[in-house]
């Protein structure tokens, strides 16, 4: 974390070729990796990012989606489930492995990354369950959320405002997470 990402090529859902550094170059993206297409665990992974995708955006973040999958699978499942996000293949099976989301040669660990506007990594979760979602508090802690039960955009929105002020001590910093913390009854890792 706090580092930039890596120079990684992409195919979109249409087969155009995309790079990480376009796709962050105006905005921060949630990439979330999920193992295949279509099946319900990964169906319910990508609903719950489509019904957060509007806070998000407000959040001046951008959701895609990354596995393995063939770009025509990935169009058919958008398409099917409504996606208003775009679909990445991974096709030479570098990102996901920078990502340390790869198990053996073509399997994925269910997994997230949340990168700022111009590449900088702020998290990464690997491992993850289809209905979790991991965002960074102001802390810098990590929080376990649920859809239902709070906006992620919002605390991405609160980390990027807290991490460009200089002048915010971490005691500060520590006491308004508190404030976000506490009423939505998140657990701490």
Request: net charge positive.
């Amino acid at each position: 974390m706090g580092k930039a990402c890596p120079e990684l090529d992409f195919l979109l859902e249409d087969e155009t070729p995309t790079k990480l550094t376009e796709l962050t170059e105006e905005r921060g993206v949630v990439i979330f990796m999920y193992p295949r297409a279509n099946t319900p665990g990964c169906t319910k992974q990508a609903c719950g990012y489509r019904d957060l995708a509007k806070e998000f955006e407000a959040a001046g973040f951008d959701i895609y989606g990354l596995s393995y999958d063939k770009p025509k699978s990935q169009k058919n499942w958008q398409q099917k489930y409504d996606l208003p996000y775009s679909l990445l293949t991974d096709d030479k099976k570098e990102a996901i492995k920078a990502f340390g989301a790869s198990k053996e040669q073509t399997k994925i660990k269910r997994s997230h990354i949340i990168i700022a506007k111009g590449g900088e990594v702020l998290d990464i979760q690997n491992q993850i369950s289809p209905a979790d979602r991991w965002v960074l508090n102001p802390a810098g802690t990590r929080l376990l959320t649920h859809s239902l039960s709070f906006s992620l955009a919002l605390r991405a929105s609160l980390v990027r405002q807290l991490r460009e002020s200089t002048r915010v001590r971490q005691g500060a910093l520590e006491r308004r997470a508190e404030r976000f913390i506490d009423p939505f009854h998140c657990q701490l890792s």
